[in-house]
T-cell receptor, first 112, second 115 residues
């Protein structure tokens, strides 16, 4: 079983729509959860972090965490073509040091 | 604030040759990471340093990969000898901690192609 699972996509949405990206993780001891955006040929860029159950909003982005279901999601409202990228979910593996475990990423395509 | 610096940005070598990558973290960041990202996959942690000590190198292929972080600032990652499957992007990241929350920032990466 993979530690962090994401649908590889591509997820295609029209401009202005809501894009919903999902991620599940296997380690119940995980404490920190991150969404990174990665444009083709570029390095990952942190866009959201979430540490407790519920929703966290930042501009057009909302991260949702449900530790009981071991599920974290990212909603992008009013999607723009510039949001087209691969979105990586990352989770700390638990323990005393913050070892990040990444999923394989979901490719998002926003069409004009 | 300057970001994480890496060099070179691109490297092409033949198999069995050696190669070294350099990373300069964000000033004041005590923790430094090296990741390997193969095309189509998420980054995989190779080694984590806390200051100049190794915290986690469980996924580092120690028969061919080595890394050091002298003086707790810059770091180098070396591959010797390289194999075809080492073709990947090597990402360096550094982090700071606020309370128990930690944020990692990535450098631009070094693209390695092994022929």
């Amino acid at each position: 079983q993979k530690e962090v699972e994401q649908n590889s996509g591509p997820l295609s949405v029209p401009e202005g729509a809501i894009a919903s990206l999902n991620c599940t993780y296997s380690d119940r001891g995980s404490q920190s959860f991150f969404w990174y955006r990665q444009y083709s040929g570029k390095s990952p860029e942190l866009i959201m972090s979430i540490y407790s159950n519920g929703d966290k909003e930042d501009g057009r982005f909302t991260a949702q965490l449900n530790k009981a279901s071991q599920y974290v999601s990212l909603l992008i409202r009013d999607s723009q073509p510039s949001d087209s990228a691969t979105y990586l979910c990352a989770v700390t593996g638990g323990g005393g040091f913050q070892k990040l475990v990444f999923g394989t990423g979901t490719r998002l395509l926003v069409s004009p | 604030e300057a970001g994480v610096a890496q060099s070179p940005r691109y490297k092409i070598i033949e198999k069995r040759q050696s190669v070294a990558f350099w990373c300069n973290p964000i000033s004041g960041h005590a923790t430094l990471y090296w990741y390997q990202q193969i095309l189509g996959q998420g980054p995989k942690l190779l080694i984590q340093f806390q200051n100049n000590g190794v915290v986690d190198d469980s996924q580092l292929p120690k028969d061919r990969f080595s890394a050091e972080r002298l003086k707790g600032v810059d770091s180098t990652l070396k591959i010797q000898p390289a194999k075809l499957e080492d073709s990947a992007v090597y990402l360096c990241a550094s982090s700071y901690q606020t309370g128990w929350e930690e944020t990692q920032y990535f450098g631009p990466g070094t693209r390695l192609l092994v022929l």
